[in-house]
């Protein structure tokens, strides 16, 4: 693909905004929903380990279910993909044995050659506390967030991540902890509608000055 | 901009990969850099608080004493521009009172007129512990990073997040807790060098199927 220009990349991000209100007529194609879906899947994450996995919530009953927990947000309701972007509580030796296994798989070499590879993400990974190691792999799914909303703002499909929600009741109504997942973060995915005063807010962001330094 | 196709758009996300060897020779032009400092902070953030700061490493001296707390990878010294993503550790009412000065003006409003707003970002923030919210404000910090590597990937320049570094010492050596900042993830940017062997590495991904459940 040719590259973006600078003006063209800025561009895409000053169009993707935290969308307020959706249209809720209009829905995604599935051709551009299976794309962000591999574009998810092929996110970046600490040594590879993907320690993450998504609830697409598609029945309308439960997402009224999850409304009241949501802050009463309507964009849970009203936009065309609701995700719930959860991460895995049981990152462990079997979890780090299985992803060994399956690069070994995918790139057609053994797991004995990938040993040297499998104790260094072991040592790293075992030298945290279970509750360290959630929280760590909490920041991998928020990699996982960032790519799905650059990547549906390039297929110009708008987004809004949303942390007001009550982890514990969504955990309850989707049936979470029984997979070994708690819900970090959500996403709603859809088409802005045109009453949506926040799409022509000025962004407020501090300059590039005041939060880099160079040394 | 006419949006991607979604050939075009998973492309881009196949092209990038953990680059771990970089071309020391070769640069990032200062029209592309300029770029992706913008493109980071229009980076999406809880609130729009962007609770972080960037610490650019161009002084070749603080490089090479910051490659052994860095498990020795190469790409530190190698890479164009090494940039040490920071989080700030004094997130609290003063520091929310002055983003909501700074939207105010930004959007010709009064900060009376931003004051519901206020009051929920303080009850959100506040009712978090010191440690949890930079906990929380970490996880916006990876929000940048992934900003950062597909930005950086759509202009087909390469990168390399590192979390395997020793913050503690990072943190001595760049003088951050003066500044009120931690080391949280760093990444390396620049042009992968034709000798390294992970860019033709088959991905290691779990299918679409696995990692996403419909409800």
């Known amino acids: 693909m040719t590259p973006l220009t600078p ?13 307020k209100v959706f249209n809720p007529t209009r829905k ?34 439960l997402r009224e279910k999850l409304l009241p927990h ?12 609701y995700l719930v972007c959860c991460t895995r509580t049981d990152i462990d030796i079997p979890f780090i044995e299985k992803f060994i296994a399956s690069t070994a798989e995918q790139r057609g070499v ?22 360290e190691r959630i929280v760590w792999s909490e920041r991998q799914t928020y990699l ?10 390039l297929l110009e499909i708008d987004t809004c991540p949303i942390e007001g929600f ?16 708690k819900a970090s973060v959500c996403c709603a995915i859809g088409y802005r509608s045109e009453d949506d005063k926040y799409a022509t807010l000025a962004k407020s962001r501090y300059p590039v000055t005041e939060i880099f330094t160079e040394v």
Not at 32 to 55: D, R, T, Y
Not at 71 to 79: A, F, L, P, R, T
Not at 111 to 130: H, I
Not at 166 to 181: M, N, Q, R
């Open 144 to 153: 996982a967030l960032q790519r799905l909303m650059d990547s549906a703002a």
């Open 166 to 181: 009550v982890a514990s009741e969504y955990g309850e109504i989707l049936e979470l902890p029984a997979k070994k997942i």
């Open 110 to 131: 053994t797991t004995d050659s990938l040993k040297g590879y499998q104790d260094v993400v072991v040592d790293f990974v075992m030298s945290m506390t279970e509750s």
């Open 28 to 61: 995604v194609s599935p051709e551009n929903w299976q794309a962000l879906q591999q574009s998810i899947a092929l996110s970046p994450s600490s040594f590879g380990l993907q320690p993450w996995h998504f609830i697409v919530v598609s029945s309308p009953k």
């Open 70 to 81: 949501s802050w009463g947000q309507k964009q849970v309701v009203d936009c065309s993909h």
């Open 7 to 19: 003006t063209e990349l800025l561009t895409v991000n000053n169009w993707r905004y935290a969308t």
